[in-house]
């Protein structure tokens, strides 16, 4: 792999220094002779260890243990309904458009990203992650337009005003401070970048017989918080960004459905439960999770 696939257009910074970084043999280096290795010969490992990652490392494990099984690359109806909604928000790249994909686990979002003609900065904090999506994308011949890297969201290892595309789908719920990953986002994102968010819902949206599976679920994953409109908005506000549109996703029908077909091993309704739940996805209450796109505003622009 050359150079110009681990650093594209020289976006990646220093976690320490903020330094551009530059790849030595099986390191990356900057200015300040801060050194990072390099997974799998190729990712980044862009990780201040002067921080506590204490907090991660349960969910680290759990991610790692779900890649386990993984069986490469696949686009189910549920991931493709994600990838719409960014495409949508986003629109055609121009030329050396570049987006981040924060939390990228599987890599799907990032790899039709990739194929549509963006360049694509995957990041997760779970190493085998993003060796499975290092080799869906190499399979799928789109590696040469995805910079994978191993870093943490609340320390993004990317250069001030460079990106034009930003997706966090299910991972604000996971990070100790939102408005710092928030404003993270800020700093990395140009003006008039476009966003997506996926969060789960606050749980006053939620069914109640459904509040202790949802309970326990946020345990076992490591969720910290929920979102609804109103929350995402004034987050976002804070930092200049606007909220453009939310929809909702998980209804009952959906839930139940893919239970079910999990009993009977079998995704034969797939498409026609993703249907189902497209029909409400103006209707927060009885849904599980929360999509919001969003813009940054143009300096000096007025909320």
């Given at each position: ?78 991931m493709r309904k994600y990838v719409d909604a960014a495409m949508q928000h986003f629109g055609p790249p121009h030329a050396g ?64 005003a460079s990106i034009d595309a930003i997706v966090g789908n299910a991972v604000i719920e996971h990070l100790p401070d939102d ?125």
């Amino acid at each position: 792999m050359n150079d110009s696939q681990v650093t594209p257009k020289n976006t990646l910074r220093c976690v320490q220094c903020h330094e551009p970084l530059l790849r030595q043999g099986a390191t990356m280096c900057c200015a300040n002779a801060h050194t990072y290795p390099l997974a799998d010969g190729i990712i980044p490992i862009l990780l201040d260890q002067r921080g506590n990652c204490s907090h991660y490392a349960g969910q680290i494990e759990y991610f790692t243990n779900e890649f386990k099984n993984y069986g490469g690359y696949r686009l189910d109806p549920w991931m493709r309904k994600y990838v719409d909604a960014a495409m949508q928000h986003f629109g055609p790249p121009h030329a050396g458009a570049t987006a981040v994909d924060i939390g990228a686990a599987s890599g799907y979002i990032t790899i039709e990203l990739a194929r549509a003609g963006w360049h694509v900065i995957a990041l997760d904090l779970t190493p085998a992650s993003m060796v499975s999506l290092v080799q869906s994308a190499r399979q799928q011949g789109l590696l040469e337009r995805i910079t994978p890297v191993i870093a943490s969201a609340m320390d993004l290892p990317i250069a001030d005003a460079s990106i034009d595309a930003i997706v966090g789908n299910a991972v604000i719920e996971h990070l100790p401070d939102d408005d710092k990953f928030t404003a993270e986002l800020a700093r990395v994102a140009k003006p008039g970048a476009r966003g997506l968010l996926v969060a789960p819902i606050k749980l006053k949206y939620v069914w109640p017989w459904l509040w202790p599976v949802n309970y326990y679920h946020d345990r076992r994953i490591g969720h910290l918080r929920r979102y609804d409109r109103a929350t995402f908005a004034a987050l976002l506000a804070r930092h200049g960004f606007s909220v453009d549109q939310a929809q909702y996703s998980g209804h009952f029908v959906k839930v139940a459905g893919t239970l079910g077909q999990m009993l009977l091993g079998t995704h034969r309704y797939d498409e026609w439960l993703e249907r189902c739940d497209r029909r409400g996805a103006q209707r927060a209450f009885g849904s599980s999770n929360l999509t919001v796109t969003f813009h940054k505003l143009s300096r000096g622009a007025i909320i």
